[in-house]
């Protein structure tokens, strides 16, 4: 029913910018909201942001806290994640996602229609 491309992806060096777009088709805004995780190689898929549909509200992981922001336009049917102050430890693929539960945001057990994922390399 939604499918999600994520771009905005690139080479970067430490102390730079990049945002990453979450393009939707078919049924856009649906759910609880929209999330946004990344995963390096050989480790875990990690929380990064949220954003609830209901409010607005977001939530940002202890790691990109201050430093990330998520934004969605409805007029575009996209998410966005604007990354500033970027670091080596920011290097992974970020996949955005659809929340399916209403009390899961932290976890990728709530999200579900899993984009293809874009890769972001930040250099020291």
């Known amino acids: 029913q939604v499918q999600l491309v994520e771009s905005g992806g690139g080479l970067v060096q430490a102390g730079d910018s990049l945002r990453l777009s979450c393009a939707a088709s078919g049924r856009t805004f649906s759910g609880y909201g929209m999330g946004w995780f990344r995963q390096a190689p050989g480790k875990e898929r990690e929380f990064v942001a949220a954003?609830?549909?209901?409010?607005?509200?977001?939530y940002y992981g202890d790691s990109v806290k201050g430093r990330f922001t998520i934004s969605g336009d409805n007029a575009k049917n996209t998410v966005y994640l604007q990354m500033n102050s970027l670091k080596p430890e920011d290097t992974a693929v970020y996949y955005c996602a659809v929340s399916r539960e209403r009390y899961i945001i932290y976890s990728t057990r709530g999200y579900d229609s899993w984009g293809q994922g874009t890769q972001v390399t930040v250099s020291s």
């Open positions: 954003i609830r549909w209901s409010g607005g509200t977001t």
